[in-house]
């Protein structure tokens, strides 16, 4: 944990947290069990970087994305968890969506995932990875499970396992789903996957929040379907954050870590939120 993370959660509040969640790794040696903002219990491994997160800041690991996102879910249709590691994302906003496909190709992180969903029919988990087009790919294993990815000409052969690779757009079509929001999370991938959703984001229009950085690629795709781009950003120096619409590539004027690509049916109650959100 950096300086600026016990910052943001508070020293005080984050020395507490921490030495709890040290006593269930090295004392108790078992895994907690954590009640989320929804009302819905997940279980943090003890040997989880992110699962650490998740306790230590109290379900507020994007910046107050989780909640956001959750507060425009109406049970309209499906939610698409890319990347769904310990199936964080999918709990938390199950009690407002039909059902949950959890996308998670990492087969250790799977052990964990069907822990966490098993006796919940409303969430399948599909062991794929998610791309701009359908086949299979290696898939990089590091050492932390939360940032495995699908390789690059960098990645060390010894560390790959081969996945199947699939399409939100060809998923959506072959489950014949309505889909109410989607959110993506692999580490450096979600272009690709936003590239093979398209058809998805134009017929269906659904709330996405990714950790997408705001580029040039990005806004193309967005103005193709007609979404703008919203996010938390946080200034480098002072850590204040602030809720705004990111206009144009490199307008966020300070740190995003998960952006929201809002359709047209969103965008007045976004613009709202922005206006009502200040700084903090």
């Known amino acids: 944990m950096n300086s600026a993370f016990i910052k943001e959660v508070g020293p005080i509040r984050w020395a507490h947290r921490t030495a709890v969640r040290q006593f269930f790794k090295r004392i108790a040696r078992r895994d907690q069990r954590m009640k989320l903002p929804t009302g819905e219990w997940i279980t943090l491994p003890i040997s989880d970087h992110f699962a650490s997160e998740v306790y230590i800041t109290r379900a507020d690991v994007d910046w107050g994305s989780e909640r956001l996102l959750d507060s425009f879910l109406r049970r309209s249709g499906v939610f698409l968890d890319v990347g769904a590691h310990i199936g964080y994302y999918g709990l938390y906003v199950l009690p407002h969506v039909k059902a949950v496909y959890s996308f998670e190709p990492d087969p250790r992180v799977r052990v964990f ?50 996945v199947d690779v699939v399409t939100i757009d060809a998923f959506v079509a072959r489950r014949s789903l309505t889909v109410e929001a989607i959110k993506i999370d692999v580490e450096g991938h979600d272009a690709e996957v936003i590239a093979g ?84």
């Open 113 to 162: 995932l069907e822990k966490n969903l098993s006796g919940r029919p409303a969430i399948e988990i599909v062991p794929c990875a998610v791309g701009s087009t359908e086949g299979k790919a290696p898939f990089t294993l590091e050492r932390h499970s939360e940032i495995s990815h699908l390789s690059g000409r960098e990645d060390q052969a010894g560390s790959q396992i081969e």
């Open 197 to 280: 959703s398209l058809e998805v984001l134009a017929q269906h229009k659904p709330l996405v929040l990714t950790e997408s950085k705001p580029d040039a690629v990005l806004f193309d795709m967005m103005r193709r379907v007609a979404y703008r781009v919203f996010a938390f950003v946080r200034n480098s120096r002072t850590r204040e954050r602030k809720f705004v619409e990111l206009r144009s590539p490199g307008a966020a004027m300070g740190e995003t870590k998960m952006l929201f690509l809002v359709p047209d049916r969103l965008a007045g109650q976004f613009e709202q939120v922005a206006g009502e959100w200040g700084i903090r």
